[in-house]
């Protein structure tokens, strides 16, 4: 059965340092997502991406953040300058088509900002 | 309360009991899902209701969606010690682009 899978499983880094976490979606999937997860903490949306843009994003996702499909496969977020309150776990979802259709995820990766 | 609140926060039963998580939300919506979350991993998608449904079967798994209440119910039946798990419920907001808001979630602990 085709699954979102994210690399790696657990980043550490300094705070300060900037972060790539990446994606590969489920392969005829059209929407793309990512979530993340401060532990103890409900999922929080960051943003979502379609046709090659941004579609909507939350205050969360500021100018330290950015996405990008850098080719047919992958997805990628980007977190410029680590902060401490980044610290997280990192989820990555993809969907066939916008609204009433199920969002599938990936295992996430645990990021640690030291 | 915020969009997607489960209750009850945690829930304990025996194997072979049924378990029934509840959650509310605010505003309308296109869809609302279930997902299941084991300690520390991904979140595994269980099931996906449409507005214009009323309830919906996955094997041990029965969802209820009342628009007018804005409330759905997760059942499972027959519970197996492997259900042990936190359940999300999550919203599509209508009108929006498919972010899914979720809810604290209910932590279900089944002994066997």
């Known amino acids: 059965e085709p699954e979102v899978t994210q690399t790696p499983s657990h980043q550490v880094t300094q705070m300060g340092q900037e972060v790539i976490l990446r994606c590969v979606p489920i392969?005829?999937?059209?929407?793309f997502y990512w979530y993340r997860q401060i532990l103890g903490q409900k999922v929080e949306f960051l943003v979502s991406f379609y046709n090659n843009e941004i579609s909507e994003k939350s205050e969360i996702f500021d100018d330290q953040f950015s996405v990008e499909r850098p080719d047919g496969s992958n997805f990628t977020l980007k977190i410029r300058s680590t902060k401490l309150e980044d610290s997280a776990m990192y989820f990555c979802?993809?969907?066939?088509?916008?609204?009433?259709?199920?969002?599938?995820f990936g295992p996430g990766t645990r990021l640690t900002v030291t | 309360s915020q969009q997607g609140e489960e209750d009850p926060q945690a829930l304990s039963i025996q194997e072979g009991e049924n378990a029934t998580m509840n959650c509310s939300y605010k505003t309308s919506i296109n869809n609302l899902q279930w997902y299941r979350q084991n300690s520390g991993r991904g979140l595994v998608h269980l099931i996906l209701?449409?507005?214009?449904?009323r309830e919906k079967h996955s094997g041990r798994l029965r969802v209820t969606l009342d628009t007018s209440k804005k409330s759905s119910s997760l059942l499972i039946t027959a519970s197996r010690a492997a259900d042990t798990a936190s359940y999300f419920c999550?919203?599509?907001?209508?009108?929006?682009?498919?972010?899914?808001?979720f809810g604290q979630g209910t932590e279900l602990s089944v002994k066997p």
């Open positions: 979802a993809s969907s066939e088509e916008r609204g009433p259709y199920e969002q599938y």
């Open positions: 209701i449409r507005s214009n449904e």
């Open positions: 999550a919203t599509d907001e209508y009108g929006r682009g498919g972010k899914l808001i």
């Open positions: 392969s005829n999937h059209l929407y």
